[in-house]
């Protein structure tokens, strides 16, 4: 994205020099071999670190390695790719060598160097780049450069491989892995370069691009819908919101292929479970600790949210967002088949599903933002989305129509229920329970109270 000012660079751009890398932690596919060949022909993947390293140490071919991070408080989005040799030389030469002559010092021919820079401008989220660089090579590089003293010496020094980094272009998608973390996972902002070791909520990893195109689909699809139906109830009153949400179906959202399947459950239901929620929340407190309110509070109408707040308090309705159940996701296996999940729970023979929280699905949809606006990471990827195609879903005429419909709904039902009163049965039309949860695709009422499964992994940066 790119919206944090310039003066918030010097004390968030870091980079850190490593002499050695996990392999394990790059994943390198087996077609990551084309990285590092000569005359055409690829060499064998090599088996260990330091056959790894040496590799990178040789290289000369028209590729390298590289691994780009897109992180927030919630979710973790990691992939590994190739990068331009010659674009990652002059990138990692921009400090004048300095890097690279300090690794040629110490001995080592390969240099491994991560700079991490601001992704948005919440502050919570950044972007990292690892690169895996010959480092007499890079040394080389920068001596042809010609950089001057005085240009090292300029205030953006400091952070001038930050900057170099972020623009280097990922070319290729080796594979990548999406992770989301536990409930009420936060960063240390002030200490970036720590590992991170956070309870996993799910995980998933792939090699095919489309893996992330099909979730960043319904995604995006809930989130322009629920914003257009926010903007509706909040512009419209109490009123209007309470008659639209009787005519108001379960919201599914599918992909084009109905790989990845979004269901969102019904928010009345947090309502009308409110009292219990309340007991299991007083019950952690003390427990749990709250992140700062921020946007996890989206998708919730005024009216909901004002109810909520007269029943427990702002707390309480950070603790729901944070802990309760607002979504469910679904993948199917057998369509998307190069998928490796982790934390998932198996419905059939093809279908797994996860479940999230209100937060979770707002630093997921943050992520995928960071990476389709990002111009250099595979800058060819297209968001499949057709309501982003045509972007006039809150336009007059759009907006003229819904209001006409819900008005001609509040309109019939008003009659329905005057009808239902005269014939003695005074009470407003309500879906049936048991049709409630669409062939067990809904989350029943038990459902609704807070998530207390145990975290499947321990993940670390």
């Not at 919201?251 to 009292?275: G, P, Q």
């Not at 049965?425 to 807070?450: C, V």
């Amino acid at each position: 994205m790119g919206r944090a000012k310039r003066g918030s660079l010097h004390h968030r751009h870091r980079h850190r020099r490593r002499s050695t890398a996990r392999l394990d932690r790059l994943l390198l596919p087996p077609s990551a071999a084309a990285a590092s060949c000569r005359g055409g022909h690829p060499r064998a993947l090599p088996s260990s670190e330091q056959e790894f390293l040496e590799s990178i140490a040789d290289s000369d071919e028209r590729l390298l390695p590289c691994v780009r991070t897109y992180e927030n408080d919630a979710a973790r989005l990691g992939l590994v790719g190739a990068v331009d040799f010659g674009q990652a030389l002059t990138a990692a030469a921009a400090d004048g060598g300095e890097a690279a002559r300090e690794h040629v010092e110490s001995g080592a021919r390969a240099m491994v160097v991560e700079t991490v820079y601001p992704g948005g401008a919440d502050g919570r989220s950044t972007v990292s780049t690892r690169l895996f660089l010959p480092a007499r090579k890079v040394k080389e590089k920068a001596r042809k450069l010609k950089i001057t003293k005085d240009m090292l010496g300029s205030p953006t020094s400091s952070n001038i491989l930050a900057m170099t980094f972020r623009q280097v272009v990922v070319q290729q998608l080796w594979n990548f892995q999406l992770v989301l973390f536990h409930f009420g996972a936060e960063r240390n902002m002030e200490d970036l370069e720590s590992p991170r070791e956070v309870p996993v909520s799910f995980a998933l990893s792939s090699s095919d691009e489309q893996v992330i195109s099909m979730l960043a689909e319904v995604v995006c699809t809930s989130a322009l819908q629920s914003t257009e139906q926010l903007v509706l109830d909040n512009a419209h009153g109490e009123i209007f919101s309470a008659v639209s949400r009787w005519f108001r179906k379960p919201r599914r959202f599918s992909s084009k292929d109905s790989s990845v399947i979004l269901w969102k459950l019904f928010e009345n239901e947090m309502v009308e479970n409110a009292t219990i929620l309340l007991e299991q929340f007083s019950a952690s407190k003390g427990k749990i600790r709250l992140r700062k309110p921020g946007s996890k509070f989206f998708g919730w109408t005024r009216a909901m949210q004002s109810k909520l707040e007269k029943i427990g308090g702002p707390d309480f309705c950070a603790w729901l967002s944070e802990y309760v159940p607002a979504y469910r996701l679904q993948v199917d296996t057998q369509k998307l088949q190069d998928l490796k999940l982790d934390g998932w729970r198996q419905l059939d023979e093809s279908m797994q599903e996860v479940l999230l929280t209100q937060s979770q699905m707002a630093g997921l949809a943050d992520i995928l933002d960071l990476f389709y606006e990002d111009v250099y990471t595979l800058p060819t990827k297209e968001l499949s989305c057709d309501m982003v195609v045509n972007p006039t879903i809150l336009s007059n005429e759009k907006w003229s129509s819904s209001l006409l419909k819900m008005l001609s709904l509040a309109f019939v039902g008003v009659i329905f229920a005057v009808a239902l009163k005269a014939s003695g049965h005074g009470f407003l039309p309500q879906f049936a329970k048991d049709k409630r949860y669409l062939d067990g695709h809904e989350t029943p009422p038990s459902e609704i109270n807070s998530l207390h499964d145990e975290p499947s992994d321990q993940a670390k940066v």
